[in-house]
């Protein structure tokens, strides 16, 4: 289970920010499989034909919005 339901990074959330959200088809055809808290940085990972690869990493002195997932 993933505790990182969606990633939006930006200081104007409704207007000028980029939304990442766990499931969402991303680069050709790729989809967001995890985002994962590290100690300085959220990491996007995505899958394709049962691969994981890293996609895109966050610093955490971005302004960053995190949802998280409910269902425990």
Do not use: C
Request: proline residues 1%; aromatic residues 12%.
């Amino acid at each position: 289970m993933h505790l990182i339901r969606k990633i939006s990074i930006g200081r104007d959330y409704k207007n000028d920010a980029m939304h990442y959200s766990v499931g969402q088809e991303v680069y050709g055809g790729h989809i967001i499989d995890s985002i994962i808290e590290e100690d300085d940085k959220y990491s996007i990972y995505i899958i394709k034909n049962n691969e994981v690869l890293p996609w895109k990493d966050f610093n955490k002195n971005m302004a960053i919005a995190i949802e998280y997932n409910l269902e425990y």
